[in-house]
């Protein structure tokens, strides 16, 4: 989460072109990013030494040189990921390839190889040095260009700016570059809504990748000095992110903490609230209990159903009565006398039904039985006793019904 911190977030790109007469034009932009915006600080051209560099801009400033002109030669072969000493050798006969730093670019089916002698180079970068700027990216010829040009005001396959001309095929990869210093640019050149005079063109561009080397593949020399100073720039920023981290981590441990305390105390507070008012009212709370009991025990003494409606029990129970069946009693929740007798204590048969009564023949009891066995609340019924009564030729039953 913290790898956007990683990066150069303000950036001096230098153009120098070093004429025949060793003279130079020497044009500086220095521009800086701001979250996802982009500013230019300043913009210089038509300098004719580094030494001018110190009215403009101050010392310690991260810059990534771009060097044209006398010295730096190009040459322009099959597209190639890696450039073979062989392949040097062909490209430029009688040179050492230990003698050079070497720039790649690769555009579509060309690469575009550029290189300098390495005395050369380091003598502009240890003038660099020596003003207190920080040299972090070399880059040779217009080639860096090639990231800026999608926010170009250039929708040609032509791109022509302070002496260079590149064309480019249809899908816009580089097909042929040449220099000549007549040429100029057409129109005036806009970055955005940023007008930018051509000179300043490659300052930009060298600039601009620099502060953004983290998310795009750039266009540079490989010098291992700049490697080496560019990683330890940012292992820097690394240790100072890693540092702002743990503060920032122990801070939230340190807020988490007290947001926890707080709660933890408020949740003390209210049970000591409830606690509180549980003493006050354990006296009444054991009066009401008691007085429950009381009235749970003189409801089981009187055999009380809850919210049963009794009348409509037994209307139901007669419902589907035989005409062959007689009732002579029937007793919701009967006396246990078994039970009340073990106990000495008056006893009922809770959430029961007792019927008695006569029918000739067994059936109909059975298929009133049958009957009842329907009844939605009804959970079981039990035929006690069935005995034939020879004085009165009638069968008398005793039935259980449970609800």
């Not at 790109?13 to 300043?42: P, T, Y």
């Not at 040179?95 to 002698?117: P, T």
């Not at 800026?148 to 022509?160: K, R």
Request: some cysteine; proline content about 3%; overall charge neutral.
């Amino acid at each position: 989460m913290f790898e956007r911190f990683l990066q150069v977030y303000s950036g001096l790109g230098l153009s120098l072109h070093i004429n025949m007469d060793n003279s130079i034009d020497l044009s500086a932009c220095k521009i800086q990013r701001h979250r996802n915006r982009l500013d230019f600080v300043k913009k210089v051209s038509g300098l004719k030494s580094l030494n001018d560099l110190s009215d403009y801009f101050s010392k310690e400033a991260n810059i990534a040189l771009n060097l044209n002109g006398k010295g730096v030669l190009h040459k322009q072969i099959e597209n190639t990921s890696v450039l073979t000493s062989l392949q040097f050798a062909q490209s430029f006969p009688g040179a050492n390839m230990n003698d050079f730093y070497i720039q790649n670019f690769r555009s579509g089916l060309r690469s575009f190889i550029s290189v300098i002698r390495k005395t050369e180079a380091d003598r502009w970068l240890t003038l660099c040095s020596n003003l207190g700027l920080n040299p972090l990216m070399l880059s040779l010829g217009p080639f860096p260009v090639h990231m800026i040009a999608p926010q170009l005001n250039v929708y040609g396959d032509t791109l022509i700016f302070d002496g260079h001309l590149i064309i480019r095929t249809e899908e816009l990869d580089w097909e042929s570059y040449r220099y000549d210093r007549s040429l100029h640019a057409p129109f005036p050149l806009k970055i955005e809504n940023e007008v930018l005079e051509e000179q300043l063109l490659l300052a930009y561009s060298s600039a601009f990748q620099l502060l953004f080397a983290h998310f795009a593949e750039t266009v540079q020399a490989h010098v291992p000095q700049l490697d080496k100073d560019f990683k330890l720039l940012i292992s820097s920023k690394r240790t100072k992110v890693a540092v702002a981290g743990a503060l920032l981590a122990f801070f939230v441990i340190l807020l988490i903490n007290s947001v926890v305390l707080w709660s933890v105390n408020a949740e003390n507070r209210e049970l000591s609230n409830r606690v509180n008012r549980s003493v006050f009212g354990t006296r009444e709370h054991a009066a009401l209990a008691g007085l429950i009991k009381s009235k749970e025990a003189q409801l089981q003494e009187l055999g009380w159903n809850g919210h049963y409606n009794k009348a409509v029990l037994i209307d139901q129970l007669a419902l589907n009565l035989p005409d062959e069946v007689s009732w002579n009693e029937l007793a919701i929740n009967p006396l246990d006398l078994t039970g009340s007798r073990n106990l000495q204590q008056v006893l009922f048969n809770d959430r029961t039904i007792k019927i008695t009564g006569s029918s000739k023949r067994i059936v109909p009891v059975n298929n009133w039985m049958s009957e009842l066995e329907k009844i939605p609340w009804v959970r079981m019924v039990k035929l006690e006793s069935y005995t034939y009564n020879q004085e009165s030729e009638t069968g008398e039953f005793v039935l259980l019904i449970n609800f």
